[in-house]
């Protein structure tokens, strides 16, 4: 039996080598997976890091796809194309040539919507509520898109990101790759 395809989203961050050109490059890839089909990408936001050690900027993206694949094994898809982009994980929230984050698998409330906390993978991711780097480029893509909150809750990410305490540090940029 076919599986059914799902709403997912998908967070992308670089700030090594050329960042612009490398999350290009990632949603081409990504749109060249079997069993994912990208349906929409923002535009750019350079956003200060959060986290970690002293390093540059980021951009991010976010991707608005639907897939056929298991969360495992699209999580596993992911990591290949960030290490076909040189990622290394070296230091924990530290600079990188790229980062796929799975944040939403199935759309919130339905019953295509995974929950789950597991040590390899936590769905919705369990950030992306208080991360404008995420928030910011998703709202630019869907106002109307909800996230599943920690407490069980469906939030609006237009209202997460009016509260993100990272928003003054995202800029959107003028012009998208």
């Known amino acids: ?4 395809s799902v709403p997912v989203v998908l967070a992308l961050g670089a700030n090594l080598a050329d960042p612009a050109r490398t999350l290009h490059a990632a949603v081409t890839a990504l749109a060249a997976l079997p069993g994912l089909q990208v349906r929409a990408v923002s535009p750019l936001f350079a956003t200060a890091p959060v986290g970690g050690p002293a390093q540059p900027d980021y951009l991010n993206a976010v991707v ?3 897939t056929t694949r298991s969360p495992k094994d699209l999580l596993r898809a992911c990591q290949d194309i960030e290490t ?3 990622r290394e994980r070296c230091v924990r929230w530290g600079p990188r040539t790229l980062d796929i984050d799975l944040v939403a698998f199935g759309a919130p409330g339905s019953a295509d919507e995974v929950v789950q906390a597991r040590p390899e993978l936590t769905l919705p991711h369990p950030r992306a509520h208080e991360r404008a780097f995420v928030l910011a480029p998703w709202a630019a893509l869907d106002p109307a898109a909800r996230l599943r909150l920690p407490d069980g809750t469906l939030g609006l990410v237009q209202d997460l990101l009016a509260s993100a305490p990272d928003r003054g540090g995202v800029r959107r940029l003028e012009t998208a790759r």
């Open 64 to 66: 608005l796809a639907a």
């Open 84 to 86: 076909a982009h040189g």
């Open 1 to 4: 039996m076919a599986r059914v």
